[in-house]
């Protein structure tokens, strides 16, 4: 009997430690989730340059075209360099156009770079987020499926020791010394 009585003693104190052990899960499963911080990413396109090389040789080329047909035209007549002149003109709007052209292709690709990777992050960000959330919300519950496990052995350790010590009033004496047995049972009589 002293067997018995030390086991249910037992399973009530390490049922009754499991609510408890449930009950510091869960709170701390709660803190963290209130100071729950998410990492801030950064986008390494936002530091990618604009080169202006490539426009700067575009303006190069054309101011030395325009040179060299100037230099040709000088030796000619004013009829030839008049007639050039709209040619030239035309000539450098172009090569200004190319060159801005150029910049304006970069700061487009830049600028869609810098969006793809912002939404990438995004996703990354919201994934780890919505992960921590429900990794937080896990260890939560499963705190509080251990405070209710603990509770319900905790109950039935308890009324299991209340059994063994109620079977011990109706014996007779000690049954293991040759007492004898109370056989006769009442059911409790509820009020309603």
């Known amino acids: ?25 869960s709170a701390n499963a709660q ?16 530091d990618i340059r604009i080169s202006t090389m490539g426009s700067d040789l575009i303006n190069e080329q ?17 009829r030839n360099i008049f007639s050039a002149l709209p040619q030239l003109m035309a000539s450098g709007n172009d090569i200004s156009e190319r060159a801005a052209l150029n910049i304006d292709n970069q ?36 705190g509080q499926q251990q405070i209710w496990n603990g509770i ?13 010590t109620d079977g011990n009033k109706n014996l007779g004496g000690n049954s293991d010394f040759g007492g004898t047995v109370d056989k006769s049972w009442n059911p409790p009589s509820f009020k309603y």
Do not use: C, F
């Open 62 to 78: 054309g101011e030395r075209r325009t040179a060299n047909v100037l230099d040709t035209l000088q030796g000619g007549s004013a």
């Open 107 to 142: 700061m487009i690709n830049r600028e869609n770079k810098i969006a793809s990777y912002e939404e990438r992050l995004n996703v990354i960000e919201e994934n780890r987020y919505q992960n921590e959330i429900a990794g937080l919300g896990s260890m939560y519950n499963n």
């Open 152 to 164: 319900k052995g905790t109950i039935s350790g308890a009324g299991s020791l209340g059994r063994m």
């Open 31 to 46: 803190k963290a989730l209130e100071n729950l911080n998410t990492p801030k990413l950064e986008n390494p396109n936002r």
């Open 1 to 25: 009997m002293a067997v018995a009585t030390g086991l249910a003693i037992a399973s009530t104190a390490i049922a009754a430690g499991s609510a408890i052990s449930g009950g510091i899960q």
